[in-house]
C-alpha cells in the first residue's frame, strides 16, 4: 500500500512537472504557427494589392495613390517573407523550398516594377501575383489550428480582405487590356467566394459594439459594390470599384483586429 502511495505520488509529480514544462512550450509553438500562418495571409494580400496597384499606376488611374500602396506592399512582402523564414528554418524539405520559391518571386516582382511598363511586364505581373498566392497557401495551410474558433475567424477575415484585392486586381487587369476569359471567371469566382466567407462572418454571434456595426456595413454595401464588379464586361469604373474595395476593407480591418486579439489571447 506504502509503495502505491509512493508511485502514485511520483506520477503525480511527474504529471505536475510536465504541465509546468510543457503547456508553455506549447503556447509558445502555438503563437509561432500563429505568427506564420499570418504572415502567409499577409503575403496571400499583398500578392494581389501589389499587382493592383501596379495597373492602377501604369494606367494612369489614381497613379499617385497607387504608388504609394505598391511601396507599402512590397515592403509588407518583405517583412512577412522574414516571418515566414523564420518559422519555416526547421520545416521539411518542402516548406524550405517554398521559402526559397518566395525569394525568387519577390527579387522578380521588384525588378519589374523598376522597369518601364510593356504587356509582357504586366502578364508577368499576373503570373508572378498567382505564383505568390500559392506558395503562400501552402504554408497557411500548414500552420492554422483548425479546432480553434477564433483563428478560423480571424482567417475567415483575412480571407474576405484577400478576395477583395483580387477582385480589383482582375478588375483592373481586365482595363489594362487583359481580357481573358479566365480572368473574368476568376473575379466572379472570388465574388462568390466572397459571399460563401461572409456567411461565415453573418454566423458568428459574439460581436458587439463597433464589431457589429462594422459587420453590419458590410453587409449593407456588400449588394452594391458586387454589382461593380460583376459588370467588368459592361464599362470601366476603377475609381468607383478602388473605393468601393476600400470602403469594405476598412470594416473588415475592424474583424480582423478583433479576431487577431482573440486568437492571440487563447480565447477560442
Request: hydrophobic fraction near 45%; include cysteine.
Amino acid at each position: 500500500m506504502k509503495f502505491s502511495i509512493v508511485k502514485t505520488l511520483k506520477y503525480a509529480g511527474a504529471a505536475m512537472l510536465c504541465a509546468l514544462y510543457c503547456a508553455p512550450a506549447f503556447a509558445a509553438d502555438s503563437s509561432h504557427d500563429l505568427l506564420t500562418m499570418e504572415a502567409a495571409e499577409n503575403i496571400r494580400f499583398s500578392s494581389q494589392a501589389i499587382t493592383k496597384a501596379y495597373f492602377y499606376k501604369q494606367q494612369s488611374v489614381r497613379p499617385d495613390h497607387a504608388a504609394e500602396v505598391l511601396k507599402k506592399s512590397l515592403a509588407l512582402l518583405k517583412k512577412d517573407l522574414i516571418v515566414i523564414q523564420d518559422g519555416l528554418k526547421n520545416g521539411d524539405k518542402e516548406e524550405k523550398n517554398i521559402v526559397v520559391f518566395l525569394e525568387y518571386t519577390l527579387d522578380e516582382l521588384l525588378d519589374i516594377v523598376n522597369k518601364p511598363y510593356s504587356r509582357e511586364s504586366g502578364a508577368l505581373m499576373i503570373d508572378y501575383s498567382e505564383s505568390l498566392l500559392e506558395g503562400a497557401e501552402f504554408v497557411a495551410s500548414r500552420h492554422i489550428h483548425k479546432n480553434n474558433a477564433e483563428e478560423n475567424m480571424l482567417v475567415a477575415a483575412e480571407e474576405q480582405l484577400f478576395l477583395l484585392e483580387r477582385i480589383n486586381k482582375f478588375y483592373i487587369a481586365y482595363q489594362a487590356g487583359f481580357r481573358d476569359y479566365n480572368n473574368v471567371v476568376q473575379l466572379k469566382q472570388a465574388v462568390q467566394d466572397f459571399e460563401t466567407t461572409l456567411a461565415q462572418i453573418n454566423a458568428y454571434t459574439k460581436y458587439a459594439g463597433g464589431t457589429l456595426t462594422s459587420r453590419n456595413k458590410i453587409n449593407e454595401f456588400w449588394p452594391v459594390a458586387k454589382e461593380f464588379f460583376v459588370d467588368i464586361q459592361k464599362g470601366a469604373l476603377p475609381v468607383i470599384v478602388l473605393a468601393s474595395v476600400e470602403k469594405l476593407e476598412k470594416e473588415l480591418r475592424v474583424l480582423e483586429d478583433f479576431h487577431h486579439n482573440n486568437a492571440s489571447s487563447g480565447n477560442n
